[in-house]
C-alpha cells in the first residue's frame, strides 16, 4: 500500500500541512471518545439494573457532554477535510495547468488535448473524492480500532480474543479483493482520456466532418473507445461489488460468536450487562474499520493510479526559465547561422542562414513544405536547432530567457486564436496594463475600429468560442490589434492573409504595411504579389536559402522565386484574380 503520491501533495502544497495536522488531532479525539463513550454507557446500562444509583444523573449529564463534543468535533473535522479536499485537489489541477502552459511545445504537441482534459476532470475528480471522503478513513479506521480493541480486552479478555481469531481471515480476504482495482481504474482512467481524444477530435474538425461525411467514421471510432469504457468500467464495477460483499460479511461476522458468548456470561455472573452492552456497542468500532477497510483500500488503489497520472503531467520538462534579457542592439536585430532542424529523422531546415537588420521588411517565399513556417518556430524558441545557432540583437538565444526574447518579438500567424471573453479584453492579451485608449488606438492601426463598433456592446462585445462568431478578417484583425499592443521591435508575420477574401485581406494587409513601417519585419508570403515592396525576398527549397533579392531582382534571374511568381499568377488570372 502506497502513500508516496499523497504525501507528496502535501510536499506541494505546503499551506495544506497545518490543516493536515489538524484534522489529525480531531481524528485521534473522535477516536478516544469512542472508548469513553461505551464505558459510560456500561456504566448507565448498569445503573439501570441497579435502582437507586446514587450517580445515574451524573453519568446522563457526561453523557450529554460527551455528544455535544463528539458533535463539535465531527463539525470542524468536516470543514477541515473539506478544506484539504477542495485545496489539494485545486492545487493538482493548478500544477497540472501550469506544467502545460510552461511545457515545450515540441513536448505539448505530442499529448492529445483529450488526455489532457480527461487527468484535469476526471482524474482530478477522484483525487477530489479521496481527499474528502477516503484519507479520513485511513487516519481514523486503525486508531479507533486499536483504542476500541484496548478496551474490549479492558471488558473482557476471552470474548476479545475469539473476536481477534477472525481478523486474519477478513484482513487475508480484504487485501485478495482490493487488490485488482488499481490495475482496472487505471485501465478506466486510460480509456476514458481515449473517448474524449476522440470526442475532442470530432467537435474541433466539424466542419471537416461533415463535409466529408465523415459522421459514421467518428461515430464508429467513438463507439469502439466508449465500448471499451464501458467494458472497464463493468470491471471495475464487478470487482468493486464483490469488494462490497465481503465488507458486508465481514461487518456481521464478528458480531454474531461474541454476542452468543457473551449472552452465556451474562447469564453465568461473568459479566454484567452493561459491560455485554457496551461490548457489543465498542465491538462496531473494531468490525466497522474492518468491514469499511476493503472499499477503503479499493478507493484508495484507484486514487493512487489518479495521483499517478496527474503526476505524469506536473512532472513533464518545462521549459528553460535560464537566461538574462539584453539590450536592444543597433544594425542586425534577427541572424540565423546554418540552422538545422527536423521534426523526424529528415531534416526540413538544413543549413538556413539569413539575417533581418534594423528597420527593414523581408519576405520569405518558397514552395509547400520547403520549411517556412517551421523557421517561426525555431526563431522564436518553440523547437531548439539541432544545429546552427539564432541570435538576437548578435545574443545567441540560448543566452536570452526565452519569455525577454519574445517580448521582442510579435508574432501574427494565419491561425488566429481568440479567447473566451470581450473584443477589448482579447486585445489587451498584448499588454495586460494598457487602458481603453491605447487599446482603441492599437484597434485604429489594425483597421479594425470602424466594425468593432458596430457590434453590440462594441469593444465589450462577448465572443464566441475562439472567436466563432466574426468572419475570419475580422478575427485576424483583432489579432493584430494584439501584436499592435505588443509593440514589440520584430514583426513575425505567417502568411497572415492566406485565408482571407480579397477584401479582408486588402484590410489586413494595410494594416500589416501601417504596422510594419516602424518594425522589423519577417514575413511568409502565400500571395507573392503582397510583397512586391519588401527590402528583401529570400527563397527558400529545401531548407536552406537558394535566391536573395528584390521582387524584379529575383525575375529578371529567372530561377525559383520567377517559377513561383508566374504560376501562381497564372492561377489567380485562371480564377479571376489579380497578381
Not at 499551506?15 to 454507557?41: D, F, R, T
Not at 446514587?54 to 453519568?59: H, L, R
Not at 476493503?294 to 495521483?307: C, D, L, V
Not at 520547403?370 to 539564432?390: E, I, M, N
Request: hydrophobic residues 45%; glycine residues 8%.
Amino acid at each position: 500500500m502506497k502513500f508516496k503520491p499523497l504525501l507528496r501533495l502535501f510536499k506541494l502544497a505546503p499551506k495544506l500541512k497545518k490543516w493536515a495536522w489538524m484534522a489529525g488531532v480531531l481524528v485521534v479525539l473522535e477516536a478516544v471518545s469512542a472508548p469513553a463513550m461505551g464505558e459510560l454507557i456500561r456504566r448507565m446500562t448498569d445503573a439501570i439494573f441497579s435502582p437507586g444509583s446514587a450517580n445515574y444523573s451524573s453519568i446522563i449529564i457526561a453523557t450529554m457532554i460527551l455528544v455535544l463534543a463528539m458533535s463539535a468535533i465531527a463539525w470542524i473535522r468536516t470543514r477541515v477535510i473539506a478544506r484539504i479536499s477542495e485545496q489539494g485537489a485545486g492545487e493538482m489541477r493548478r500544477l497540472a495547468v501550469e506544467s502545460l502552459l510552461e511545457m515545450p511545445v515540441s513536448r505539448l504537441d505530442t499529448i492529445h488535448t483529450g488526455d489532457q482534459l480527461s487527468r484535469l476532470t476526471n482524474d482530478a475528480g477522484v483525487i477530489r473524492h479521496y481527499l474528502y471522503f477516503e484519507v479520513f478513513w485511513f487516519l481514523s479506521l486503525p486508531l479507533a480500532g486499536i483504542l476500541g480493541l484496548g478496551y474490549l480486552f479492558y471488558l473482557d479478555w476471552v470474548m476479545t480474543l475469539v473476536t481477534l481469531a477472525m481478523i486474519p481471515i477478513l484482513v487475508l480476504i480484504t487485501t485478495k479483493v482490493s487488490g485488482p482495482v488499481q490495475k482496472i481504474s487505471a485501465e478506466l482512467q486510460e480509456n476514458l482520456g481515449v473517448v474524449n481524444n476522440h470526442t475532442q477530435d470530432a467537435l474541433g474538425g466539424a466542419e471537416v466532418v461533415k463535409a466529408f461525411n465523415l459522421q459514421e467514421e467518428m461515430e464508429h471510432r467513438h463507439d469502439q473507445a466508449l465500448a471499451a469504457t464501458v467494458a472497464s468500467g463493468m470491471r471495475l464495477a464487478r470487482q468493486q461489488a464483490f469488494v462490497r460483499m465481503c465488507s458486508v460479511a465481514s461487518g456481521f461476522l464478528p458480531f454474531l460468536l461474541p454476542l452468543a458468548l457473551g449472552g452465556w456470561f451474562v447469564v453465568s455472573g461473568r459479566l454484567s450487562a452493561g459491560s455485554i452492552v457496551a461490548f457489543i456497542q465498542m465491538l462496531n468500532s473494531v468490525t466497522y474499520p474492518m468491514s469499511r477497510l476493503p472499499m477503503a483500500m479499493s478507493e484508495h488503489q484507484k486514487s493512487m493510479a489518479a495521483f499517478d497520472r496527474m503526476y505524469e503531467l506536473i512532472d513533464e520538462p518545462r521549459e528553460r526559465q535560464d537566461g538574462k534579457e539584453f539590450s536592444n542592439g543597433q544594425g542586425v536585430v534577427l541572424r540565423a547561422e546554418n540552422l538545422v532542424f527536423g521534426y523526424d529523422a529528415e531534416p526540413i531546415l538544413n543549413g538556413l542562414s539569413f539575417e533581418l537588420r534594423r528597420g527593414e521588411t523581408v519576405a520569405l517565399v518558397g514552395p509547400s513544405g520547403a520549411g517556412k513556417s517551421t523557421v517561426f518556430k525555431v526563431l522564436v524558441g518553440f523547437f531548439p536547432p539541432q544545429g546552427g545557432q539564432v541570435r538576437l540583437y548578435d545574443q545567441p538565444l540560448e543566452n536570452w530567457k526565452l519569455s525577454a526574447a519574445r517580448r521582442q518579438m510579435a508574432m501574427v500567424s494565419q491561425d488566429t486564436f481568440l479567447f473566451p471573453g470581450t473584443i477589448a479584453e482579447n486585445i489587451a492579451l498584448g499588454n495586460p496594463n494598457a487602458g481603453r485608449k491605447a487599446i482603441e488606438a492599437a484597434a485604429i492601426q489594425a483597421n479594425a475600429h470602424d466594425f468593432i463598433t458596430q457590434l453590440p456592446g462594441g469593444y465589450d462585445h462577448v465572443l464566441e468560442e475562439r472567436g466563432a462568431n466574426l468572419s475570419g478578417g475580422q478575427r485576424q484583425r483583432i489579432s493584430l490589434a494584439r501584436a499592435i499592443l505588443l509593440d514589440a521591435p520584430l514583426l513575425l508575420l505567417d502568411e497572415a492573409t492566406s485565408a482571407l477574401d480579397t477584401e479582408s485581406e486588402r484590410l489586413v494587409q494595410d494594416a500589416l504595411d501601417n504596422m510594419a513601417a516602424s518594425r522589423t519585419t519577417l514575413v511568409i508570403a502565400h500571395r507573392l504579389s503582397t510583397i512586391r515592396n519588401a527590402d528583401r525576398i529570400l527563397v527558400m527549397d529545401e531548407g536552406r536559402i537558394v535566391e536573395s533579392g528584390k521582387h524584379q531582382e529575383l525575375l529578371d534571374k529567372g530561377g525559383l522565386y520567377r517559377q513561383l511568381y508566374l504560376r501562381q499568377l497564372g492561377a489567380e488570372t485562371e480564377t479571376g484574380g489579380v497578381a
